[in-house]
Each structure stands twice: as C-alpha cells, then as structure tokens.
T-cell receptor
Framework: EPEVTQTPSHQVTQMGQEVILRCVPI?????FYWYRQILGQKVEFLVS????????KSEIFDDQFSVERPDGSNFTLKIRSTKLEDSAMYFC????????????FGPGTRLTVL | AQTVTQSQPEMSVQEAETVTLSCTYD???????LFWYKQPPSRQMILVIR??????QNATENRFSVNFQKAAKSFSLKISDSQLGDAAMYFC?????????????FGGGTRLMVKP
C-alpha cells in the first residue's frame, strides 16, 4: 500500500540554523500539508499546498517558514532560522484530489532545536 | 474558527471489552467531515474512521464505530472487543467543506491503555 514518507526521522539543530524537512507524498495525490505537534500538545495545522502554491496557512506559518515542491515527488518544509520553540514533531500529509478526502500522514520528523 | 475538544486525556479498557472515547466540536457550518485518527507509539497517524456530516447513518469500520450527534456536536468513537494493539493516542479531527486548504483541526487527544 502506498504511503507518505518523511526524512529525516530525527533532526537536531542549533538555534538560528536553517533546516529542511522532506516529505514524499503518495504519488497520485495533489494536496499536501504540513502539521506540527509540540510534545504533549495538539496537532496543529501549518500549511496546505495545491497546484504549486499555498492554498491556506495558519498563524504559525510566518515568514520563517516556506514550502516547496522542487520536483515531481518531494515536498519540503524549510525553517529559515530555527527557534527553541520550533522543537516539535512535524507531520506531512497528502490527499487525492477526487474521491475520498482523507489525508494520509507520514511518520513524522522530530525536530530538536538546541 | 472551529474547535475540537476531547475531554478524556486518558482512558483504560480491559482487553476484549468495549470503550467509548468522547469528542465534541464547535462550528457554525452545516457541511463538514469528522475523523478519528490513531497515533501509536511509532507516532504515525493512521485514519480509523470518518463521517460526513450530511450522512445521518453512523460510520462503522470493523470493531470501530461512531456515535454522531450533529445537533449536540458530538462525535464519539466506540471500540468493541478491544485488543492490545488498540493502545494508542486517539485524535478527533474536524474538516470544513468550505475552506480551500481543507485543513484538519485536531482535538487534544485521548490516550487509550488496554489491559491484558
């Protein structure tokens, strides 16, 4: 069964550094999402992406964040200058355009900012 | 904005017994979708069951069923014949039919423990 994959599984970085989290959505899906989950808290929506542009973003998704689909398979989340409070699990999800509107989640990347 | 509330931070059930996880939500919309996701220790979120608000019939998926009460804005998950593999965090989620991004709004989660 096709699944969403994410790399790396764990990323440790120093405050102020740039990080790129990578996701490979399910191949025939057209909607892509990033969510984050700070330890012990709710899963929060960050951004949705369709047709090579952001369709919606939350207040969390400020100028430090950006997303890109650099090729036909990858979907990336970049954090330009990481802060301590960016430490969280980051989940990528994808959804097919038609039929079921279920979002399928990847296993997550644990980002630790020191 | 929509909110989703799960009032039970933790629940415990004996193996083979039945347990019900609660979820309430707040919305002014009439058309939306509701989901239950399971997050085992491996952390990957797995869809358990979904419900369209326009459908009166409660969704069922094997041992998992929901009690959808639209007027009360309640969406509880019933797990029958609980198994050790059901132990996980369970998240209730809401998705509007109206926003372009189709984002999910999650509740705070309920940790389910299954006792052998």
């Amino acid at each position: 069964e096709p699944e969403v994959t994410q790399t790396p599984s764990h990323q440790v970085t120093q405050m102020g550094q740039e990080v790129i989290l990578r996701c490979v959505p399910i191949s025939n899906h057209l909607y892509f999402y990033w969510y984050r989950q700070i330890l012990g808290q709710k899963v929060e929506f960050l951004v949705s992406f369709y047709n090579n542009e952001i369709s919606e973003k939350s207040e969390i998704f400020d100028d430090q964040f950006s997303v890109e689909r650099p090729d036909g398979s990858n979907f990336t989340l970049k954090i330009r200058s990481t802060k301590l409070e960016d430490s969280a699990m980051y989940f990528c999800a994808s959804r097919h355009e038609t039929g079921t509107d279920t979002q399928y989640f990847g296993p997550g990347t644990r980002l630790t900012v020191l | 904005a929509q909110t989703v509330t799960q009032s039970q931070p933790e629940m415990s059930v004996q193996e083979a017994e039945t347990v019900t996880l609660s979820c309430t939500y707040d919305t002014s919309e009439s058309d939306y979708y509701l989901f239950w996701y399971k997050q085992p220790p491996s952390r990957q979120m797995i869809l358990v069951i979904r419900q369209e608000a326009y459908k009166q019939q409660n969704a069922t998926e094997n041992r998992f069923s929901v009690n959808f009460q639209k007027a009360a804005k309640s969406f509880s998950l019933k797990i029958s014949d609980s198994q050790l593999g059901d132990a996980a965090m369970y998240f209730c989620a809401y998705r509007s039919s109206y926003n372009a991004g189709n984002m999910l709004t999650f509740g705070g989660g309920t940790r389910l423990m299954v006792k052998p």
